[in-house]
């Protein structure tokens, strides 16, 4: 499986934009690029996903290099409920590769 | 809708007890899965299925089975517990395999933290 890397840490403030990036340089061409993230004592929550273009959604908006080998997370205005752990997800289109693998994800500290 | 429920909450087992961890989800999906969350670490997938009849292995399937009568419901079943199986169980599911339409957004359920002694 194709793996990601993202920054164990980051910290913002309230407010404040925020970019979480993640690097996928073994991507492959039919690998999609989905991002989930848990808040304290839940289970993960999907937050974007993506293949080649930007992505919005009300939640965020994910930025796709063009050589797709990184993405960015864009939370346009932290808050203090954005507190969690950032997970950066490769799938798989296609076969019998139906399962997430999670990293360790970054973890984001929001400041008020 | 409910989404994706599990019970129990908390659990705590003895070393060589069995149980099963409950899964059930309101949603009509046909995927559902397994994972364990020990600290420090991420999520490990330990079974899937990708429909009622059919499961298959994850990453860490040892210690564990599964079975998927109806699409409702997926089961969690340790068999003989150990201490390493102590962590926090999160059950997911979704409305179609990534595979073949790249949406697959998983929904989680809430956990089961269990400790084995």
């Known amino acids: 499986d194709a793996k990601t890397t993202q920054p164990n840490s980051m910290e913002s403030n309230e407010e404040e934009p925020v970019h979480l990036p993640c690097n996928h340089s073994t991507i492959s061409g039919t690998d999609y690029i989905h991002w989930y993230r848990q808040l304290p004592s839940q289970g993960p929550e999907y937050v974007i996903h993506?293949?080649?273009s930007n992505v919005n959604n009300r939640m965020a908006s994910l930025a796709i290099a063009e050589d797709r080998k990184s993405s960015t997370l864009i939370l346009h205005r932290a808050t203090l409920r954005d507190a969690a752990v950032y997970y950066c997800i490769l799938r798989a289109r296609g076969g019998s590769n139906y399962k997430l693998t999670f990293g360790k994800g970054t973890l984001l500290t929001v400041n008020p | 809708n409910a989404g994706v429920t599990q019970t129990p909450k908390f659990q705590v087992l003895k070393t060589g007890q069995s149980m099963t961890l409950q899964c059930a989800q309101d949603?009509?999906?046909?995927?559902m899965s397994w994972y364990r969350q020990d600290p420090g670490m991420g999520l490990r997938l330990i079974h899937y299925s990708v429909g009622a009849g059919i499961t298959d292995q994850g990453e860490v399937p040892n210690g564990y089975n599964v079975s998927r009568s109806t699409t409702e419901d997926f089961p969690l079943r340790l068999l003989s517990a150990a201490p390493s199986q102590t962590s926090v169980y999160f059950c997911?599911?979704?409305?179609?395999?990534?595979?073949?339409?790249?949406?697959?957004?998983?929904?989680f359920g809430p956990g089961t933290r269990l400790t084995v002694l």
């Open positions: 949603m009509n999906h046909e995927y």
């Open positions: 997911a599911s979704s409305y179609s395999s990534p595979g073949v339409t790249g949406i697959g957004e998983q929904f």
């Open positions: 993506g293949l080649t």
